[in-house]
């Protein structure tokens, strides 16, 4: 009688392992539509690819009670432009205040400020390899146009006491703009 149960044992075990791929298969969807259904309604319902804005006015009031250098900020641009990052920080060098935007096309822009030398500045965040392309004005300020990252442009302005970067993927005249709206 033993060894018939064991008989019994083994073809039933044996027949529990025969797993069809098919039956992986229907687990898997199981487990994904459920895991699709929850991520495509975040992204529709709840703008999940919406950037998250942040407030930059701790960063910028820290900033401006440093006295390192007179803080220019972003004003008047479209609600399209979202600011996601604010930091003011000790760097090599100098002290910045760095402002990270994406653009209304959905690209990214840096703002720094810094009394950091622009010599040491520049090819430490543009990258050794960066190419002075050409000057141009903005709102009555020379600026230098840059070739950096590939996929990047870079506007810096320097003045005496501080020197302004804004580098990012966001078209041209998106830079442009938020470099205009600087006061």
């Known amino acids: 009688m033993e060894q018939q149960a064991s008989k019994e044992e083994i073809i039933e075990s044996s027949q ?3 797993r069809r791929p098919r039956d992986m298969v229907i687990s898997m969807l199981v487990l994904l539509v459920p895991i699709l259904l929850a991520f495509g309604a975040y992204r529709i319902f709840l703008d999940g690819n ?15 009670h440093a006295n390192a250098f ?12 979202t600011t996601v990052s604010a930091r ?5 060098g100098g ?6 935007l994406v ?13 950091a030398e622009p010599t040491t500045i520049i090819p430490a965040e543009l990258t050794a390899d ?10 009555g300020a020379a600026w230098q146009t840059y ?28 830079l442009v703009t938020l470099a205009d709206s600087l006061n």
Request: glycine share 8%.
């Open 103 to 115: 653009s209304p096309d959905g690209k990214g822009a840096q703002v720094l400020q810094t009394d």
């Open 16 to 18: 529990r392992s025969e």
């Open 50 to 64: 919406d950037p998250i804005a942040v407030d930059t006015t701790a960063a910028i009031d820290d900033a401006r």
């Open 130 to 139: 960066a190419k002075l392309t050409g000057d141009t004005q903005i709102d």
């Open 147 to 174: 070739a950096t990252r590939p996929g990047e442009r870079a506007l810096v302005r320097l003045d005496p006491d501080r020197t302004v970067i804004i580098v990012g993927q966001a078209s041209e005249a998106d």
């Open 95 to 100: 002290k910045a205040l760095r402002l990270g």
């Open 70 to 81: 007179p803080v220019l900020v972003p004003t008047g641009l479209s609600d399209d432009w």
């Open 88 to 92: 003011w920080q000790q760097i090599e």
